[in-house]
């Protein structure tokens, strides 16, 4: 089983910065993928940015350039820089991670964390 814990969400004025980290523990061999998802209100779950073991990095087009994602692999966390936010980057944020139960496991499991909200205030 693996639990991720997530900080960093709050309420920002349009403009502003926010920085979110996400620790990932468990008895697992690896995190492959570690990112973060975003719900707002009324809509689905999307996909923010993700990045694996080795930092290839993907980034949703509406935050490129805004959003960093970074990881430490010695430390299994993952951290969502987040600039010049928007009123549409409100909503909660999900911490993830597709890990791998042991060295030889080919099936990936995808965790989440409970969510932190970020509200951008115009």
């Known amino acids: 089983q693996v639990h991720l814990v997530e900080s960093g969400g709050g309420l920002v004025l349009a403009g502003g910065s926010l920085r979110l980290s996400c620790a990932a523990s468990?008895?697992?061999?690896?995190?492959?993928?570690m990112g973060w998802y975003r719900q707002a209100p009324g809509k689905q779950r999307d996909l923010v940015a993700s990045i694996t073991s080795s930092t290839i990095t993907h980034y949703a087009d509406s935050v490129k350039g805004r959003f960093t994602i970074s990881r430490d692999n010695t430390k299994n966390t993952v951290s969502l820089q987040m600039n010049s936010l928007k009123p549409e980057d409100t909503a909660v944020y999900y911490c993830f991670t597709t890990a791998r139960r042991t060295r030889t496991s080919v099936i990936l499991t995808t965790y989440w964390g409970q969510g932190t909200q970020v509200t951008v205030s115009s």
């Open positions: 468990g008895s697992v061999f690896s995190y492959d993928v």
